[in-house]
């Protein structure tokens, strides 16, 4: 699971750090608790598993900020605070904008239909490896493959699904220079 969640938090790191100095205005602060994030998510990744990784990494960076303004607060006393009362309930929700929501789906069925047409068995390799985070000794192992077999097959889904996305990448950018 570490090796999913590290590459899950390289890709979001950047939103998180944009996420997190939004909400506390500290860039030193943010970066703090961007580390804290990773932490807090890799203990809880360590006692079972987690089923929306992304999701969680966002949810726990945002607790992270909002407890980081509530302590902030407590500590400058009634009188005067760097965060205004009622600040904490105006920020901006993290969930994802309609579109943001609606790019994400359009991204999953072209994946899904990627993995549709795929070979039986190598769409299971790449279950078992990404999914379900096996090592490729035991998918071999499982399947009564080798190895190699294990390699070629993870390599094909993987190129597989990465050129469905290009393909769809060309369309969106060929969309684009035709709307300018």
Not at 30 to 36: G, M, N, R, S
């Amino acid at each position: 699971m570490s090796a999913v969640l590290n590459a899950v938090f390289e890709s979001y790191r950047r939103s998180l750090l944009g996420k997190l100095t939004r909400i506390v205005q500290d860039r030193q602060i943010a970066e703090d608790l961007t580390q804290e994030t990773y932490l807090r998510v890799r203990r809880a990744a360590e006692s079972g598993p987690i089923d929306h990784i992304e999701a969680f990494l966002h949810r726990t960076a945002r607790n992270l900020a909002l407890d980081h303004l509530r302590r902030t607060k407590r500590r400058a006393g009634m009188g005067s605070s760097a965060v205004e009362d009622g600040a904490i309930d105006d920020l901006a929700d993290d969930r994802p904008s309609a579109e943001e929501a609606l790019i994400e789906r359009q991204t999953l069925t072209v994946l899904s239909e990627a993995m549709a047409r795929l070979p039986q068995r190598a769409r299971l390799v790449l279950t078992l490896s990404r999914v379900e985070d096996w090592p490729n000794t035991k998918i071999a192992a499982h399947l009564g493959i080798s190895e190699r077999t294990v390699f070629n097959d993870l390599k094909l889904a993987l190129g597989h699904c990465r050129d469905a996305m290009a393909r769809v990448d060309k369309k969106e950018n060929g969309a684009r220079e035709r709307l300018k």
